[in-house]
């Protein structure tokens, strides 16, 4: 086991690694930018070191300063959380060639696996399902000749990234040139690569996710679904688990399926495959992140599973200490992504509490949200042994959750979660549509 890491990041998975190395006994090494010296992950480590400035190219996302530092504090391994350097294989590269460890896949499974059209070839030859779609088109003439097989209407997204960045809607072919070449141009600024494929726009659907874990020993096991359905503009605001969509015959067999592709894939970490979900009840495979998710609080929730303590010690070559036959997926959890609507200070917060209720975030009292980084705030996450009681326990949590001094998006959370439509789990992508909360 590691007896000091370095974790590359900020705001709450900031705080939430340095917990879990808390938890396992392990010493943190926090890096910040000059915009967040004051803040909560920096406190909390062992050690602290200012790396950059505030702009998060020249301090999270500055590779050589990192692994300066990391050198510098005698870490022996790098966690990256999720978003900056999370799935960057040539960082992961960087860290073998100086002895540390990159707390994720290796560099070479990102490789393979960071291309989104080339990811679904490998899928589709484990059995799972995929949407219909292509290999990068590198113009424009050849997204129209794709759109126009595949029929419409079409996604056009970027095979490198996530977060929703980089995707557009085309249902006709009047759309699709003024589609690409805002794909390509947000796709290039995001993410560094501006390629982009089509596939296949399926609709109505439901965005469900299937967690897993997998280790260096051969062994995988699947930790659930969630479902993410609730998103605007392609950012998700609502996750729960397990999908009030997918009953238990659909949820073990594609359980199964999923542990059989990540094994055949060799993939080794902590990972997530993304489906859509159609009305008949058929899984689409969507994509995969070779990373921690931000939603993996509510998978901790349902199941009791530390993730972030698993992806340390399967890193640190540790068989999972567990099978498929222990996850235990009774009862329902459901997380409520709180996020900044303006910049500020924190004047007051007050956090809700009892059984089963977990805020995970990084704000104390004088914090300052700036411009420079996500807008996310905090995750509030309960837990209950059925749907009905986790969703009285969420509006009563959000009721008690008081965050002054920054604008938040806690009210239209709170009216979403009594929406009758979402109580009744009968929602889908659709359900926020052009709607006011």
Known sequence: ?????????????????????????????????????????????????????PEASESYLNENQIISTAILAGAQAIHPGYGFLSENAHFARLCRKNGIVFIGPQPESM????????????????????????????????????????????????????????????????????????????????????????????????????????????????????????????????????????????????????????????????????????????????????????????????????????QIRIAAGIPIGFTQNDINLKGSAIECRINAQNCGKLEMLHVPGGPSVRFDTCLIEGTTVSPYYDSLLGKLVVYSKTREEALRKMRAALCELVIKGIQTNIEEQLRIVGDERFISGNYDLTFMGNRSF
């Not at 000091?4 to 990041?9: D, F, G, P, Q």
């Not at 799972?128 to 056009?156: F, Q």
């Open 1 to 53: 086991m590691f007896s000091k890491i370095l974790i590359a990041n900020r705001g709450e998975i900031a705080v939430r690694i340095i917990r879990a190395c808390k938890e396992m006994g392990v010493a943190t090494v926090a890096v910040y930018s000059e915009a967040d010296r004051g803040a909560l992950h920096v406190a909390l480590a062992d050690e602290s070191y200012c790396i950059g400035g």
């Open 111 to 310: 490789e393979r696996l960071s291309d989104k059209a080339v990811l679904k070839e490998l899928i589709s030859a484990t059995g799972l399902s995929v949407i219909p779609g292509t290999k990068a088109v590198p113009s424009v003439e050849e997204a129209i000749e794709a759109a126009d097989r595949i029929g419409y209407p079409v996604m056009i997204k970027a095979c490198a990234g996530g977060g929703g960045r980089g995707i557009r809607l085309i249902r006709s072919s009047d759309e699709i040139e003024e589609a690409y070449m805002q794909a390509t141009s947000e796709a290039a600024s995001a993410f560094g690569d501006g390629s982009v494929y089509i596939e296949k726009y399926i609709y109505p659907a439901r965005h469900v996710e299937l967690q897993v874990l997998a280790d260096e020993q051969g062994n995988a096991v699947c930790l659930g679904d969630r479902d993410c359905s609730l998103q605007r503009r392609n950012q998700k605001l609502i996750e729960e688990t397990p999908s009030p969509a997918v009953n238990d015959e659909q949820r073990q067999i594609i359980m199964a399926q999923v542990v059989d592709a990540v094994k055949k894939i060799g993939y080794v970490g902590a990972g997530t495959l993304e489906f859509l979900l159609d009305k008949q009840g058929k899984f689409w495979f969507m994509e995969m992140n070779v990373r921690l998710q931000v939603e993996h609080c509510v998978t901790e929730m349902l199941t009791g599973i530390d993730l972030v303590k698993w």
